[in-house]
């Protein structure tokens, strides 16, 4: 009889400035459910209803979101508002407790690289997440304006590139489709 191999999670990151990033991550953890293993993932900045949050309902107990923003859409800068620094750091505690857990597969942390570039977390704060990442799980980092530093620590990189988009021409979010 053949021997199940053991598994070796990685870091994965998906950057950049076009569409999918939170697509491919939620790829990943719909496969994984798939395979009945458990994923949590912790949405930065976004405290508004997206599909997926009804969709992850299907794949419970595999599927777990949970949001660390404010309700409605962020207007997020370089300076940022003391509730959305606070919402974060709760939410990088809580991504760290789910994910030393053992209890989940893959632990993904959406959004993360655009929290740290509007500086409601610290490159040092993730790079400390990441340090403490056990050998079995599977850790995705999305958002633009992933750090030099993500990208040297990661196994896995890939870059959204955008060429084309209608968001230029007007069109706004469409439930389904970008929410």
């Known amino acids: 009889m053949k021997e199940k191999k053991e598994f070796k999670g990685y870091i994965q990151v998906y950057t950049g400035n076009g569409k999918g990033k939170t697509t491919a ?3 990943v953890a719909f496969r994984a459910a798939g395979h009945k293993q458990k994923v949590y993932i912790g949405q930065f900045l976004k405290g508004q209803m997206y599909g997926e949050l009804l969709s992850a309902k299907s794949f419970s107990p595999y599927i777990t979101i949970d949001q660390f923003g404010r309700s409605g859409f962020i207007h997020v800068t370089k300076d940022p508002d003391e509730e959305d620094i606070k919402k974060a750091k709760k939410g990088l505690k809580k991504c760290l407790e789910a994910m030393l857990s053992e209890k ?27 340090d ?12 633009r304006y992933a750090p030099a530093s993500f ?3 990661a196994d896995l990189v890939t870059e959204m590139k955008e060429k084309k988009h209608y968001y230029k021409k007007g069109v706004k979010a469409r439930e389904g489709i970008e929410k």
């Open 151 to 153: 990208l040297k620590r």
């Open 132 to 143: 403490q990442k056990p050998e079995k799980v599977e850790i995705i980092l999305t958002g």
């Open 25 to 27: 991550a939620l790829g």
């Open 104 to 130: 989940y597969r893959i632990i993904v942390l959406d959004e993360i690289n655009v929290a740290v570039y509007f500086n409601l977390l610290t490159e040092k704060e993730v790079l400390e997440f990441l």
